[in-house]
């Protein structure tokens, strides 16, 4: 069974920090994705990448970067946090194969930046 | 890009009634469409999916969709929901050959014992 861990669960920033959000998948996937939630908009992609040291924008890059040197893991990095960025993030993993390959997604982060 | 619509965000409904949620996509290509699912502190999970043959997709659970080129909509169905079928829902599609998915706002759905 494929499994995506985001390393914290829950995070508490203040506001200027630069904050690290981690993400690993178990099961040789070339694609992943870094989604943020929030309520009655769904989700938003921020960036993905398609294989290792590959990255393209998402939806809502700007605040944003991201780093992938090895295959299994995809960092999120917020330069300067801020309070707009208060969020759950997710990450998830799909295979390159098919484009109909579901996306597999870790429990995700509840940052709250103060 | 393509885009996302779904409709009736909050959905409360009695245990035993039917279901149903629309989903709506704007891309003119052909694509790939799914339905996700979020139960109250889990991660998001795949409830059923779309890419050829038959327009009717039986997923987990009892859960069924209809995609509808015509009217480019996916429209997820349950004939009779339990309590245990309160989650968030999400529509999301793709364009073929695009690993890129797009996600609608969601439906949060309570069934009421």
């Known amino acids: 069974d494929v499994k995506v861990t985001q390393s914290s669960r829950y995070l508490v920033k203040r506001t200027g920090e630069k904050v690290f959000l981690e993400c690993v998948q178990d099961?040789?996937?070339?694609?992943m994705f870094w989604y943020r939630q929030d309520p009655g908009l769904g989700l938003r992609l921020i960036y993905f990448?398609?294989?290792?040291?590959?990255?393209e924008k998402g939806d809502i890059p700007e605040g944003y970067s991201v780093s992938r040197e090895k295959k299994e893991r995809f960092s999120l990095i917020l330069e300067s946090a801020s309070t707009n960025q208060t969020s759950m993030y997710l990450c998830?993993?799909?295979?390159?194969?098919?484009?109909?390959?579901?996306?597999?997604f870790g429990n995700g982060t509840r940052l709250t930046v103060t | 890009a393509q885009s996302v619509s779904q409709h009736n965000h909050h959905v409360i409904l009695s245990e035993a009634a039917s279901l149903e949620l629309g989903c709506n996509y704007s891309?003119?290509?052909?694509?790939?469409l799914f339905w996700y699912v979020q139960y109250p502190g889990q991660h998001l999970q795949l409830l059923l999916k779309?890419?050829?043959?038959?327009?009717l997709v039986k997923g987990i659970k009892g859960f069924e969709a209809e995609f509808i080129k015509s009217k480019f909509s996916f429209n997820l169905r349950k004939p009779s929901v339990q309590w245990s079928d309160t989650a968030e829902y999400f529509c999301?599609?793709?364009?073929?050959?695009?690993?890129?998915?797009?996600f609608g706002k969601g439906n949060q759905v309570v069934v009421i014992p």
């Open positions: 990448s398609y294989d290792v040291k590959m990255k």
């Open positions: 999301a599609v793709n364009a073929y050959g695009n690993n890129r998915l797009a």
């Open positions: 099961m040789d996937h070339e694609n």
């Open positions: 998830a993993s799909s295979s390159r194969d098919r484009s109909y390959s579901p996306l597999h």
């Open positions: 779309y890419f050829s043959g038959d327009p």
């Open positions: 891309y003119g290509g052909t694509v790939n």
